[in-house]
């Protein structure tokens, strides 16, 4: 098996499963033209994150990450229609690319882009009266993953889903000699979720379009 033959089988299923799609293929072409990096998961991942927040339920959706808005779309589709997603994201020129691929996808209304550091606005969060969420998407710089989830569990309820992605980083997550801060955050992050009786955790490696990487799915209890 080679990342040729990873990649074919992602195409065949997005072929099968998904097909073409106006509002997601402009916001995978409109982020490649703004110079945007192809980091946004693959088009089977979004839609098996929009079918989570679909089984959950979820009514407010955070998102950590927002790129172009390729994942917010997908999680914004499984949202009723007074539903909400916020989503943080640092660049303010990546912002402005994904809150014209939302609008372009007619979403507009029910996502919100917060730009600035995510923590900053996690903190910004909870200095004032703000719902829980039921359904989190931690997608950011991975040397603050750990941090999140402490921000995130105040903004979570029992029952709320909590998924990180690019957990696995080409197996270099169970290589103790790879300090590289993403790794050392993503193991915090583990340590972290591992300790908290009130967190039940795990994780699942994937391969295809984006190479050998993985999710981790959290559900909050009481």
Known sequence: MNEQTWHAVDDWFTERLIGADDALDNALAASAKAGLRSINVAPNQGK???LLARI????????IGTLGGYSAI?????????????????????????RANIAHA????????????????????????TPPFDFVFIDADKSNNAHYLDRVLKL???GTVIVA?????????????????DVAGLRRYFEKAAADERLDTTA????????????????VGA
């Open 106 to 129: 007619g979403l507009a209304e029910r996502v919100t882009i917060v730009t600035g550091l995510a923590l900053d606005s996690l903190d910004a969060m909870l200095a004032e009266p």
């Open 74 to 98: 997908w999680l914004a589709r499984a949202l009723p229609p007074d539903g909400q997603l916020v989503s943080l994201e640092y660049s303010p020129e990546n912002a402005a690319v994904a």
């Open 56 to 63: 959950q339920g979820a009514k407010r959706i955070l998102e």
């Open 165 to 181: 992605d690019n957990v696995v980083r080409s197996g270099r997550i169970a290589d103790d000699a790879d300090h590289e801060a």
């Open 156 to 158: 979570s309820r029992p």
């Open 204 to 219: 699942v490696q994937t391969v295809g379009s984006k190479g050998w990487d993985g999710f981790a799915s959290t559900l």
């Open 48 to 50: 098996f994150l929009h």
